[in-house]
């Protein structure tokens, strides 16, 4: 359906007193941010808020309020429901459970637009962002708290203000979040510098195995990186966006292995491709510069059919 205005928004968030907020699989820093700060917020407005995640987020993200009220389980009943930060039902894992959300509000420009209601802003930075600009208009309190979830969200989807479609009005509203109490040295810090010795120790397993062809750069983890790391999570310990600093890549690709017979597989890439579309082709989707799929079958043959279409697809941007 084509977007809601924002009084339709409001009058159904000022109408529900039970609510729950979901995000997707393996969540990154937007998709926590969004969901603790919309649901915070809810709560402050005198809500009552349940938070799921079909997968626990780090202990990176403990400093943001309501983080320990995560749940993985969808209640019997979830009142109004809210899934934040996922382009379709597929992408919040089971967690749904055949449920239609009541309302989506996400950015991701392949967006299925599968909530009763849909808020998609494919040209916002970070779901976040579009957050922290209606959340006042529906009459909900940006406070200290909240303001520190959502700037999370920012810094973390746009790495700091450094991806390329960083508009000044991503950094207004990053300003206007300071003003409302949120700490950026403090977040920066957390989200995108701050690692493990065992996110270390993983980065050391798909560094030793990165290669470099005519602009394409990939490497891939599998489960057995993950246990010699002693790393506990499932995604890539947000290996792929440093693999973005080489200096020649035009498309980086990450294979993380899920289990024998599942890959998550994630795109990078400079302006100019738009990987959304490749991911798109793999049942994923997400940005021009930043999509995903999980593709079922075997690693190594995934790696292949991956990298063989991924060079089509840059031969084709170049004329070739």
């Not at 339709?8 to 979901?22: G, H, M, P, R």
């Not at 894992?93 to 299925?112: A, F, M, Q, R, Y």
């Not at 080489?246 to 738009?274: C, H, N, P």
């Amino acid at each position: 359906m084509s977007i809601p205005d924002d009084p339709t928004i409001k009058q159904a968030l000022a109408s529900a007193s039970l609510f729950t907020v979901v995000s997707h699989i393996r969540p990154d820093g937007d998709a926590i941010g969004s969901l603790l700060g919309l649901g915070s917020a809810l709560k402050k407005a005198g809500k009552a808020v349940n938070f799921v995640l079909q997968d626990i987020p780090g202990s990176r993200y403990a400093y943001l309020a309501n983080y320990f009220e995560i749940q993985k389980l969808l209640p019997e009943d979830p009142g109004f429901l809210i899934v934040v930060d996922c382009g379709d039902e597929f992408r919040t894992g089971e967690v749904l459970k055949g449920h239609v959300p009541d309302l989506v509000i996400d950015h991701h420009k392949t967006n299925s637009n599968f909530g009763a209601l849909n808020l998609i802003e494919p040209e916002a930075e970070a779901t976040a962002l579009i957050l922290a600009q209606h959340m006042p208009e529906w009459g909900l309190e940006i406070d200290p708290e909240v303001a520190a979830a959502l700037m999370t969200g920012i810094v973390a989807d746009t790495i700091g203000f450094r991806t390329s479609n960083v508009r000044p009005v991503c950094l207004n509203v990053a300003a206007e979040l300071m003003q409302a109490g949120a700490d950026l040295p403090f977040i920066y810090q957390r989200v995108l510098l701050t690692r493990s010795f065992e996110e270390l120790r993983y980065w050391g397993q798909g560094l030793s195995k990165l290669h470099l062809q005519d602009g394409l750069l990939w490497t891939s983890l599998m489960l057995s990186d993950r246990t010699a790391a002693g790393y506990m999570e499932n995604d890539d310990a947000d290996l792929v966006n440093n693999m973005t600093t080489v200096a020649e890549m035009l498309i980086a690709v990450i294979f993380v292995e899920q289990s024998e017979s599942r890959t998550k597989v994630s795109w990078r890439s400079r302006e100019g491709y738009d990987v959304s579309a490749l991911a798109r082709e793999f049942g994923g989707g997400g940005h021009a510069a930043a999509a995903g799929a999980d593709i079922n079958g075997e690693l190594q043959t995934i790696i292949q059919r991956v990298l063989t279409r991924t060079r089509e697809y840059m031969n084709e941007v170049r004329g070739i």
